[in-house]
């Protein structure tokens, strides 16, 4: 693989930064875009932009045509059995908000348990702390060790025939933690439970297969994915979509309205009221046909490299404590230096050029576990390179020498 090409595809990252070559190494939180995905977005908007699903005439049928060629894309990259199993969201965020308030208000009772883990991230946990509070359900998790691996000790008591959905991240983007999918999901089936994968920080990073996983619902965001941001998808297997009443009400996901009543279309439309956002879908299915062209092996396996770069030379700094597991991990390193605040570190990196980020990774109940105000990140992508890394340890020694 020629990584240096890849990266030119990149122009964003082609610009110096407080008068340094910029290293992005914030793309836990956004990665950056290929000029084919704003290519395919000018092209919509230049040529083809109509709505959706309404018109008979030539723009419309095009952008139509688009959207629903995307669609049919997001299906084929993880797996699902069919296209009409993938619901465009905003993101991840509203994935995990659509199934708690359909599937789970329609199903869950007061003597059910949700099952979630120490290690989720926000819009892991709020959702479900709020459907709790509706409908008398327990909450429970499966605490974090401190290597930053889940805890599997008492799994068979955590997760028994009370929990109704068992809901964990794939990968940790606080501790870069790669949790074992398969294995948790065929235990939560084996006790009937309905299972949710947050494939936020994993989708773009290493195949995922929904069929091979086993999973009921999978959420994740584009623009973790070299897509635009402000769309995401969301995955649930068509048994479970069928029985699963509609969210929000509007155009598009209805099929007879009266003055009195309603009734509603299959899924996926059921799910996607009001006119979508028909750009963003397209360019996701853009950055799918990119990151497919380089593999999705490729770029596990670059990933992998980085992070392992990364763990070794950041080892030599002193005073440094980095969080998450010692082997295999997700292409991200959250690390804790006793010198310097991590609001510190991330603002005297970017006096460098360096762009990381720093604070709890909206993970609070995993920085409690962990005891920390909070970790500065640095999170990698497939283009980044070997020499960004050791200019990232370049910057750290030296932010030890101006705090010290
Ligand atoms: N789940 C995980 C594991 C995430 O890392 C994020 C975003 C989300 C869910 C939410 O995704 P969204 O696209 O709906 O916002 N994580 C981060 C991060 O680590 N830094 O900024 C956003």
Redesign the pocket.
Known sequence: MDWHRIRSDFPVLDQQVNGHPLVYL?N???SQKPRAVINTISHYYERDNANVHRALHELSNRATEAFEQARKKVGQFIGAKTEDEIIFT???????NLVANTWGAANLRPEDVILYTGM?????LVPWQLLAQRTGATLRHIPVLDDGTLDLTNIDTLLNEQVKIFTF??????LGTINPAKELIAKAKAVGAVTFL????SVGHLPVNVQDLGCDFL???S??MCGP?GI?ALYGRMELLEKMPPWHGGGEMIFKVSLEASTYKDPPHRFEAGTPDISGVIGLGAAIDYLQAIGMENIHRHDANLSNHAVQQMRGIPGIRILGPDGHRGSLVAFHLDFAHPHDVVEFANSHGVAM?GGH???QPLMKRFQMPGTT?A?FYFYNTLEEINRLVEVLHAARKFFT
């Open positions: 914030d836990a939180a956004s905003r993101g991840t965020t509203e994935g995990i989720e991230h926000h819009s892991n991240v794939h990968i940790s983007n606080s947050d494939g936020a920080q959420a994740f965001s623009h973790k941001t995401g980020r990774h909206c993970t990140r999170s």
